[in-house]
């Protein structure tokens, strides 16, 4: 089973998914780093620092690198919708998002894009639009630990082919930043 962990950049995904790296239980896919690395890109795009993925490449790649091993491959990316049937979106208030990015020293023009993208639930709407099974979880507030048990929850539910409660939890749409438009 592969389970995307997916939202916009600085909601959480990394550091809840560098947890699940000590359980060997799950296979984690680091995707941004795997692109970089391994130069899955078509272009570098200076103007936004950024390079371009070649997602048939990357999907290629992603699936040599699957080891029916792990009963679960996890794949940390705000492309990981791109991979994955199955997601969980983690969003966070575009307050909190702000500190976040810009302590990562973004540019003023990546923060207003990142955050113009939660408030209005782009990679949500993808997610949905793509993937057979969305969820979506709110870490506004949370601890990483608190995220973790979240979606371990969710995952021992599609494990156990149980999640028509957890559809109705971490319903896609349950989080609405929309007051918070520029």
């Not at 962990?5 to 296979?27: C, H, N, S």
């Not at 207003?112 to 793509?130: F, G, K, P, T």
Request: charged share 30%; glycine share 4%; hydrophobic share 35%.
């Amino acid at each position: 089973m592969i389970i995307g962990i997916t939202g916009t950049p600085g909601t959480g995904k990394t550091a809840v998914t560098k947890l699940f790296e000590k359980d060997p239980f799950y296979q984690v896919i680091h995707l941004n780093e795997l692109i970089q690395k391994e130069k899955l890109y078509s272009e570098v795009d200076t103007e936004r620092d950024c390079v371009v993925a070649d997602m048939e490449l990357t999907y290629k790649r992603v699936m040599e690198l699957q080891d029916e091993f792990y009963p679960v491959t996890i794949i940390d990316s705000h492309l990981s919708h791109h991979i994955s049937d199955i997601v969980i979106v983690l969003r966070t208030s575009p307050a909190i998002l702000k500190t976040r990015l810009e302590k990562r020293k973004y540019s003023v023009d990546k923060v207003r894009e990142n955050l113009e993208a939660e408030a209005l639930d782009i990679i949500l709407a993808e997610a949905v639009d793509w993937c057979e099974k969305v969820f979506e979880l709110d870490t506004t507030g949370r601890t990483v630990e608190g995220t973790l048990k979240d979606i371990e929850r969710i995952i021992k539910g599609l494990k156990n082919s149980d999640t028509a409660e957890l559809e109705k939890e971490y319903r896609p749409g349950s989080v609405d930043w929309s007051d918070y438009l520029f």
